[in-house]
Every structure is written in structure tokens, then in C-alpha cells.
DNA sequence: GGAATGACAGATAACAATAATTGTCATTCA
DNA sequence: TGAATGACAATTATTGTTATCTGTCATTCC
């Protein structure tokens, strides 16, 4: 019934793009089978629900900004910075999601808000990366000596202003990047050896 | 038609009875207006708006809150910990009073996220009260100088996970006292002097 | 034979008709 | 005379009905 062959890759784009056009509420999986040209039973062939479908998108957007998250602890610079950075582009790559692609930010709330897994898995990617760079920095002696796992979890615990996308909707706030610089730099001089 | 006089006091009593038993979305002015055996104009005559009338009920209970607030800084204790105390004081009232009278904490909820004047008021009270210690812990050269209107909002930003109501949801969890713990610790090292 | 289809039952959402509530105010009552 | 009432219009919620959607699966089509 098409020329390309359906594969789940072009099912999730497709499903993206129902996600942005009408929203978490509205898009239906026969919108994205129409958008497709096929039955939304071949659909169903490659996931196995409506909730699966949203789970790869947002899975797929993960993964990059994991990647971008990632890529800020490759350079050789200190602990302290690169934590500082690792923090910063998370919150910017999430803010400029809400803002430019509101629609699929608003999928990824509604499956923090219903506890996906897709979202508990990105919660400990990041836990991950701090504690990686904690430990890090108190082998540097930047950071003082303590538990990494309560600290990491106090990090990200102390910044949810900044990436919880319930707050997305005061990420509008003009004072929003002082704050989030504020915070993070309370944080840091909390970390720091004395 | 009754035999005491009806009062304003009294009529926020009756509405939060009914907030109480029907929860924020059922709670109707007529129901307050049958629980005080009333007509519904009556009740208008005290209170403009059956958002006033919410309003005025989660106001007299932040009050309670503000109170117990203030109560941990009238000590000779130092700063750092009066700002432990402080923090700390006003997640268990806000903890205890989700876990005990959820529909009421509800109301409170409902109302911040509509933006109401009685919770903006509410977090300028607070914002104020840890501006207050930390501006005398910098004289007493606990904390490092800093802006402290900054630094304040800064401490209220870091703890959001721990007061407010959007995160109500997740007060249940068995390592919420530990986490906010390592929070306000991390906090104040980050304040105190080096 | 493996992928795609569409008919199907149960669940969910959209809709219109109806009922209840909000807020006002002229009137009543003590 | 000031507090309380209940009729009222406008808005909002509820109900019952209809249409759509979700997920399954026997059948069809390369």
C-alpha cells in the first residue's frame, strides 16, 4: 500500500509530528497511521500501545539531550566547571524544548507526571553523570569528601526548578537564567572543600 | 433564621469544612451556605467571590504556618542553624498538612497554581524571613557576603522539591526527611564562609 | 510465510440537552 | 435600618447519547 517499507523509525516521526500538531490530548494513533497511508493495525504490529509510541518519541529526544549532557564531560576541564555545565545545558536544552516544540515538551510532562520509565531511565542517566563527576571532583580534591549517591540526588534535588518539566510554565520568567546560575553556584560552593 | 450572628470568621470556618468533605473541585458557596443554615446572599454579603472565600481559608492556615515559622527564629541560635530550623519547619507543615488534610492542602495547590495573591503573599513572607538570617549571618561572618535578596531566592528555588505543593504527589516517599536534609546541608555549606 | 488489512468489542471522548451554581439585587423581615 | 432572603440572568457542571478510538485477531494479499 506504500513504496517505503514500514519500520518502526518512520512510525515514531510520524508519530512526532501528530504529538506537534495536536498536542498529547488530541493525537490519536489513527492520526499517525493516516499521516502513514497504512492501517493503524500495522501500526500496532511494531508497538505494542499508544503509550509505547509516546515513550519512543520522547525516548528519541532523550537521547540527544543526553548526548548534549554527555558531550559536556568530555573536555579535560575541572570538575567544579564541567559540573556547572552539565547542569546548565540540560536546563538549557529542556528550555528551549518547552519554548520552541511546546506540544512534544508537553508529552514528556505528561509521562513524568504518570511515571514512565522512559523518564525514570533519563532521572537516572543524569544522577549517573553528577555522581560521575562528584566522585571526580573530591578525587580532585575540588569537592569535599562525602556520600556521592545523597549528594548527587541533592544536586538534582536542589535544580528541579530548572529541568522538572513541571515547571515549564514559569520558564518564561526574564530573571529565569540568573536564578538557575544562582542556584547552580550556591550548589558548587556547597560541594567545594573548604 | 439562626440564632448567632453570622460573621465572617465563622463562614470561613463552614467553607473549610466543606473544602474538607468535597475537596476543592465540589466544594460549591451553596453547600457552605446550607452547613451555616443561610441563604447563598448572605454568604456574598461577607465575601465578593467564591474565590475570595477559598482564599480566606488557606490564608488563616498559612497564617498558623507563618507563625511556626517565624517561632524558629525568635531564639539566640545562630543563623546557619536558624536557617535550618526555618526551612525545615516550614516543610513539616506543609508535609503534615498534605498527609493529614489532603483536600484543604489541595485548595492550597489549586490556588498557587492559579497565580492567587494569598500564596504570592505567602512566599514573600518566606523569602523575606531567610533574607532576614542570612543578612544576619553575613554580619556575624557565618555566611559569605553576597546579594542577599539573591541568595535568598536561591534558597527557596533549591527547596521547591520540599515545599511546594506541585510536589505534594511525592511527600510520601520513605527518604523525603534525608533528602531535604541534604538539601538544606548542602545549602548552607554553600552560604557559610570558607 | 510474513506483512498488511479491516471488522470487531470494549473503552474513551465529543456532543447536546439539562440541571446546578455563581453572583446581583430588589424586596422582606426583625 | 441593616441584615437576610430568594428570584433572576449568565455561566458552569452533569447527564445521557452518539461517535470515535484502542487494541485484537481472523483473513487477505503479495
Partial sequence: MRGEPLDAESIVSATEEVLRRHGPEKATVLDVARLLGVSHGSVYRHFPSKAALREAVIRRWLDQVEKLVAATQETGTAPPERLRR????????????????PELFGTFGALAAEHSTVCSAHTAFVLDQVRAVIVEGVDAGDFAAGEPEA?????????????DPVYAVKWNAPDLEA????????ILSGLRTR
Fill in 86 to 101: 552539565l547542569l546548565l545545558a540540560m536546563f538549557a536544552a529542556k528550555w528551549a524544548k518547552a519554548g520552541e516544540d
Fill in 151 to 163: 549528594l548527587a540526588r541533592a544536586v538534582i534535588d536542589a535544580t528541579c526548578h530548572f529541568h
Fill in 179 to 186: 536564578r538557575a546560575e544562582a542556584v547552580v553556584s550556591l
